[in-house]
């Protein structure tokens, strides 16, 4: 079964209406809308051997031991802005969200501006890179 199918209508309905609303109300300058996407992907040491019977699909074996995550986390403000966050380890959105985010875009990330640079966060693994469009 699809994702699309397993979603429950009711509740799609709402989430594009209110997406609509969002973005009508950034086409009227009265919000800034940016929109967000995660991804990741662990770290496995590399295989040194693989094998495959005659008329099977190929098998890689991997080891139970997984490496650190590595984490990319992307906003987009269409026409405006893009900022990106590349982690080794998790993300969590504390990282990134500051409490005075009501104030200015600028304020909703704890980036620095045309550059990338250490964060000053906790997690010192972290880099970001704000780019105005």
């Not at 986390?73 to 990282?95: A, K, N």
């Amino acid at each position: 079964m699809s994702h699309q199918k397993r979603q429950d209508p009711q509740k799609r309905w709402l989430t594009q209406n209110d997406l609509e609303i969002l973005e009508l109300a950034a086409a009227a300058g009265e919000i800034d809308l940016l929109y967000a996407d995660e991804s990741g992907c662990c770290l496995w040491s590399a295989a040194s051997y693989s094998y495959y019977f005659k008329g099977e699909q190929k098998r890689q074996e991997q080891t139970k031991k997984r490496g650190k995550r590595l984490s990319l986390l992307g906003l987009w403000q269409p026409l405006v802005t893009f900022v990106c966050s590349l982690v080794l380890g998790r993300q969590d959105s504390e990282d990134f969200i500051l409490p005075d985010a009501r104030t200015s875009p600028s304020g909703w990330c704890n980036l620095p501006t045309h550059r990338s640079n250490p964060c000053d966060h906790p997690r010192a693994s972290a880099r970001f890179i704000q780019v105005k469009l």
